[in-house]
């Protein structure tokens, strides 16, 4: 770990603990004066801008859902086309890439629902290739300890 004075966005770290509602520019908390309400000096157009902003934000969050929905259709449909030796090589390399993303994704400072989306898609993806060791896949293949 590093400390704050190492850490180039120490703003965002401190933030990202605490959750995506706090992310973003300085707190104007910081800067009011003792006593002072965030509410003061705030006019109608400055929350309609910040709205404005919300709303823009939300929009870029559902385009870019739609863009990993439509590369997970694509990434599904080539594991379920691939021949059975090429399976196991990428079997293979989705674990070691897997293992170093999640080893990086544990020394950042991501935020936990990252972490958990990552570690959901990860199983599933696991699932859909097959498990390297057996055959999870339906097609009568697998280790042949059957019997």
């Known amino acids: 770990m590093t400390d704050a004075s190492s850490n180039p966005l120490p703003l965002w770290a401190n933030r990202s603990a605490q ?3 706090v992310l973003g520019s300085q707190d104007r908390a910081d800067q009011l004066a003792p006593g002072a309400s965030l509410d003061e000096g705030v006019t109608p157009r ?20 739609g863009s990993l929905l ?11 086309a691939l021949p059975e030796e090429s399976r196991l090589v990428v079997q293979a390399f989705y674990a070691s890439e897997s293992a170093a993303f999640r080893t990086a994704l544990m ?5 936990e629902p990252t972490v958990n989306a990552f570690e959901r898609d990860v199983q599933r993806t696991i699932r859909l290739l097959g498990e390297p060791d057996g055959d999870h ?4 293949g697998g280790d042949g300890d059957d019997e």
Not at 137 to 140: K, L, P, V, Y
């Open 137 to 140: 896949g339906g097609d009568g």
């Open 107 to 111: 020394n950042s400072t991501a935020p």
């Open 46 to 65: 400055m929350r309609l801008e910040e709205m404005d902003e919300l709303r823009r934000l939300g929009e870029q969050v559902s385009e870019l859902q």
């Open 70 to 80: 439509a590369m997970e259709c694509f990434v599904n449909s080539l594991a379920e």
């Open 19 to 21: 959750g995506p509602a």
